[in-house]
């Protein structure tokens, strides 16, 4: 999966942080999280899937379908190509200080 660079400058941020204590953090979309010292906020990104030919010839053969569930967008061409994209809900980390 890739994500926005600014999701991974949000992970780098809570690992930079290092040290002896532990604190396990969920950063939501559009909101601020502050930890020993450290706020951050502005999560935004999305992530892709996408399926491996082998995996779709799995598929196929099981006449398994694909649908698309809001807010991901799903982009399907036959059984030789099928991604799905989302927007980045949530960070979950431990932050030690």
Known sequence: ??????????????????????ADLTLNAGEEITAFGYTVSGLSGAGTLSFST???????????????????????DGYSSVSAAAPVQSLTTTLTA
């Open 1 to 22: 999966m890739k994500f926005n660079l600014k999701s991974l400058v949000v992970a780098a941020a809570f690992v930079a942080a290092g040290g002896a204590n532990a």
């Open 54 to 76: 082998a995996l779709l010839g799995a598929l196929e053969l099981g006449g398994v379908t694909f649908e698309e569930v809001a807010p991901a967008t799903l982009a399907v």
